[in-house]
């Protein structure tokens, strides 16, 4: 069993930053991949950014392109999601995620772990 702990979310300006954070305790020997997932009141659950655990490779949606960006701490079982220039339309419960999904883009596949989720909020 993998427990997911998150932390970082709040609120901020338009323009801003924030910094997330998800520490994974437990058997997580078996995740080859963790990611950041949210979903706005009224939407659906959307994929944001996603990283290969043994290696280096990261996915992004396009939507938060070169503004957020993943990374991996290994010796914490840690991974961070930096925002930056934060927009109104970010504001969501960002959820991270851990597993091993097989095939494709993993920001459209279903995860076996999730954390609680923290809430983003930006305004304008």
């Known amino acids: ?7 970082g979310g709040g609120s901020v300006q338009a323009g ?20 950041w997932f949210r979903q706005a009141p009224g939407k659906e659950r959307e994929g944001v950014a996603a ?3 043994a290696g280096v490779r990261t ?7 070169g ?3 993943i990374s991996q701490d290994n ?6 999601l930096q925002m930056n220039s934060l927009k109104p339309e970010d ?4 959820y991270c995620a851990a597993g091993s999904p097989t095939g494709g883009n ?12 923290t809430q983003v909020t930006v305004s304008s």
Not at 59 to 65: G, L, N, T
Request: with cysteine.
């Open 59 to 65: 996915y992004y949606a396009d939507s938060v392109k």
């Open 51 to 53: 990283i290969y655990t």
């Open 75 to 80: 010796h914490k079982n840690t991974v961070y």
């Open 91 to 94: 504001t969501a419960m960002y």
């Open 106 to 117: 993993p920001l459209e596949a279903d995860f076996a772990y999730w954390g609680p989720g």
């Open 16 to 35: 801003g930053s924030l910094r997330l954070s998800c520490a994974a305790y437990g058997y997580t020997y078996n995740i080859n991949y963790m990611g």
């Open 67 to 69: 503004r957020f960006t």
């Open 1 to 7: 069993q993998v427990q997911l702990v998150e932390s």
